[in-house]
């Protein structure tokens, strides 16, 4: 019947949305249990990026724009992760990023066109610790499994 074919098209356009496909949460290496979180959910520009309890729900799936060269928040894909001077990463609108950003599968690193990459700073692994950039280097506090 025409309505079980558009029902059966319709579950394959959300099954085979190019987003839903490549969403994943960022696990920290030197922490399994910890992954790259959005703060309380909050879908606003200028809500830090922290590390939490991984539960892969919402505030923790994020999208690699390869093309753009931006890591956007799932939940709301008009909002993009970037560095905030002087506050760490935070959610930001996709068109006002700063700096270009790419995940390198070899090296485990989400690395900026600046040179610097996503870091824990001073490698402490707690819930609620912010996200900042450094200078890109192979300490394991600079590495994410993108999962």
């Known amino acids: 019947s025409t309505s079980w074919k558009m029902a059966l098209s319709v579950l ?7 987003l ?3 969403a994943s949460s960022f696990y920290a290496l030197g922490h399994g249990g910890l992954c790259i979180d959005v703060t309380k959910g909050i879908a606003q520009p200028g809500t830090p990026i922290i590390l939490w309890h ?6 923790q799936l994020f ?3 390869t093309a753009r060269a931006k890591v956007r928040y799932r939940a709301a894909p008009h909002l993009c992760v970037d560095d905030i001077p002087n506050h760490g990463l935070a959610l930001v609108d996709c068109n006002k990023t ?5 995940y390198n599968p070899a090296t485990s690193r989400i690395e900026g ?4 990459c996503w870091d824990i700073a001073g490698a402490k692994y707690a819930p609620l610790r912010r996200l900042i950039i450094w200078k890109c280097h192979n300490g394991e506090n ?5 999962n």
């Open 12 to 18: 394959a356009s959300i099954l085979f949305w190019p």
């Open 98 to 102: 700063r700096i270009n950003w790419s």
């Open 54 to 59: 991984c539960h892969g729900k919402a505030p």
């Open 63 to 65: 999208t690699i724009d």
């Open 113 to 116: 066109s600046d040179g610097r």
């Open 20 to 22: 839903a496909a490549q």
């Open 142 to 146: 600079q590495k994410f499994v993108f």
